[in-house]
């Protein structure tokens, strides 16, 4: 596995070796030995969740305030422009983000640590997009920061108008948002 940081430093794009003939391909998409060895990051992934949305739609921007979870995801059918936000006020790069794309063709992998927001707009047709998470799911601790405040101004590659979940059209503005010390 290759690891190259993103525009963030603790955002860790994470390349597996993957090995294909004409008969198709083989990748180990997670070992931990190897995750902890390569990130110098010891998670442990509780929750593994999937999910399958049409062009056009944008997930995010979600964290979870407690139970703050750091995610492994990837992309298995499709292509993604995943975005990951420092939501950590006492970080130097507190409300940067970082953009990358993942495809069931690149079979590239993002880890995104607790602390930061996550969202993802889907360029393909669909995408099927996976996560592991390092706590368990906590809709009392869920968050959203709205995916276009004009304080982050994501570049989120839009091809018109995104598809918005209701949470998603009423995020809050990172300022008035919950954020972590």
């Not at 995104?112 to 906590?138: C, M, Q, R, W």
Request: aromatic fraction near 12%; proline fraction near 4%; hydrophobic fraction near 40%.
């Amino acid at each position: 596995m290759k690891v190259t940081a993103s525009t963030l430093p603790e955002v860790l794009i994470l390349e597996p070796t993957v090995f294909g003939d004409a008969r198709g391909f083989f990748y180990e998409s997670f070992n931990e030995r190897v995750f902890a060895e390569k990130t110098g990051v010891a998670a442990h992934f509780v929750q593994d969740n999937h999910s399958r949305s049409q062009k056009g739609v944008l997930r995010g921007l979600h964290y979870q305030i407690e139970n703050a979870q750091g995610k492994v995801v990837r992309v298995t059918a499709g292509e993604v422009l995943d975005v990951a936000v420092d939501l950590r006020r006492s970080s130097v790069n507190f409300g940067r983000w970082t953009s990358i794309h993942l495809s069931a063709q690149n079979n590239r992998q993002l880890w995104i640590p607790p602390g930061f927001a996550h969202g993802f707009y889907v360029l393909s047709d669909h995408a099927e997009f996976l996560y592991k998470t390092t706590d368990y799911y906590n809709p009392a601790a869920e968050r959203c920061v709205l995916w276009n405040d004009p304080t982050l101004a994501i570049d989120w590659e839009l091809d018109g108008e995104p598809k918005l979940s209701a949470k998603d059209q009423n995020g809050k503005l990172l300022r008035d948002a919950d954020l972590f010390p």
